[in-house]
């Protein structure tokens, strides 16, 4: 990936406290775009709590966001909310509305977020297409509870993309999946990310998943997803950064991440299958 890409996602010395707990400690990096990110760290060591900041959720208590150039604290919420309409996000567990269909799931953000400025007649093709990209598209007219969770999971990666984000948000993607599932769904975001050029941060606990994101393309001519040459890979770079009691204690490439001799970060890297 050119050096000079635009940056997409920057935290500065970034300090997140909640009472007298420490959730994010001086957290510096830039993504830029086109890059993936793999988020690995153990249960409360601030991955989620990145995602929610990065999405202005969380105000930082000291450092600073800046999203596509823009810095997060200095917005108003309505430029907010502009921000966030060209950000997706999977949510953990999918957070899809029960009371609604899968049409109207996916249609959410395109009906509810102004900024996006979608006709009404679009909506309908637009939706049709994000479910039909997920492999989902007879099931327009279910609801959640209807499908499994793996599919809800599809279904949720739909409502997440519909809006054609230029920075994707994925909070433990394959969290409570058989592994292939796991696998479906990292071939989704892979899809996603290399179809539009996506800047996709991931949240897992699972390193294969890393390894899916970092190694492999997905070849529109084939429509599939396979190993990526040498080219590819560096065409589209994948980070890997780990969290430890809300410090970014690593960040760097997969061969970097392996030879870690640091028994924390060795403790993700052997969870491979």
Same mark, same amino acid.
Do not use: W
């Given at each position: *990936?050119?050096? $000079? $890409?635009?940056?997409?996602?920057?935290?500065?010395?970034?300090?997140?406290?909640?009472?007298?707990?420490?959730?994010?400690?001086?957290?510096?990096?830039?993504?830029?775009?086109?890059?993936?990110?793999?988020?690995?760290?153990?249960?409360?060591?601030?991955?989620?709590?990145?995602? +929610?900041?990065?999405?202005?959720?969380?105000?930082?208590?000291?450092?600073?966001?800046?999203?596509?150039?823009?810095?997060?604290?200095?917005?108003?919420?309505?430029?907010?909310? @502009?921000?966030?309409?060209?950000?997706? *996000?999977?949510?953990?567990?999918?957070? !899809?509305? @029960?009371?609604?269909?899968?049409?109207?799931?996916?249609?959410?953000?395109?009906?509810?977020?102004?900024?996006?400025?979608?006709?009404?007649?679009?909506?309908?093709? &637009?939706?049709?297409?994000?479910?039909?990209?997920?492999?989902?598209?007879?099931?327009?007219?279910?609801?959640?509870?209807?499908?499994?969770?793996?599919?809800?999971?599809? $279904?949720?990666?739909? &409502?997440?993309?519909?809006?054609?984000? &230029?920075?994707?948000?994925?909070?433990?993607?394959?969290?409570?999946?058989?592994?292939?599932?796991?696998?479906?769904?990292?071939?989704?975001? %892979?899809?996603?990310? @290399? %179809?539009? +050029?996506?800047?996709? !941060? %991931? %949240?897992?606990?699972?390193?294969?998943?890393?390894?899916? *994101? $970092?190694?492999?393309?997905?070849?529109?001519?084939?429509?599939?997803?396979?190993?990526?040459?040498?080219?590819?890979? &560096?065409?589209?770079?994948?980070?890997?950064?780990?969290?430890?009691?809300?410090?970014?204690?690593?960040?760097?490439?997969? @061969?970097?991440?392996?030879?870690?001799?640091?028994?924390?970060?060795?403790?993700?890297?052997?969870?491979?299958?």
């Amino acid at each position: *990936m050119p050096e $000079a $890409a635009p940056s997409i996602l920057r935290f500065e010395n970034v300090t997140v406290t909640f009472e007298d707990v420490t959730a994010l400690d001086a957290v510096s990096f830039e993504a830029r775009e086109g890059e993936s990110r793999v988020i690995l760290g153990a249960a409360g060591s601030g991955k989620t709590i990145l995602l +929610k900041t990065a999405l202005g959720l969380l105000k930082p208590d000291s450092g600073k966001v800046y999203v596509f150039g823009r810095e997060l604290t200095t917005l108003r919420e309505k430029e907010l909310f @502009d921000i966030r309409s060209k950000i997706g *996000m999977l949510f953990q567990e999918s957070a !899809l509305f @029960d009371s609604l269909t899968i049409e109207e799931n996916v249609a959410y953000p395109l009906v509810n977020q102004r900024s996006i400025h979608c006709p009404e007649k679009d909506v309908h093709p &637009r939706v049709v297409e994000a479910l039909e990209f997920v492999e989902l598209g007879g099931t327009l007219e279910k609801f959640p509870s209807e499908l499994s969770g793996g599919m809800r999971r599809r $279904a949720a990666i739909a &409502r997440a993309v519909v809006t054609s984000p &230029r920075l994707t948000l994925y909070d433990s993607p394959t969290a409570g999946l058989d592994p292939i599932t796991a696998h479906t769904i990292m071939a989704l975001l %892979v899809k996603a990310r @290399d %179809v539009a +050029k996506t800047t996709t !941060l %991931v %949240v897992t606990y699972r390193y294969q998943d890393g390894n899916v *994101m $970092a190694n492999f393309r997905y070849n529109s001519e084939q429509e599939r997803i396979e190993p990526a040459r040498n080219g590819a890979r &560096r065409e589209a770079r994948t980070t890997f950064m780990v969290l430890r009691e809300g410090r970014l204690i690593f960040e760097g490439d997969q @061969d970097q991440l392996e030879s870690s001799k640091d028994p924390y970060i060795s403790k993700f890297v052997k969870q491979r299958e």
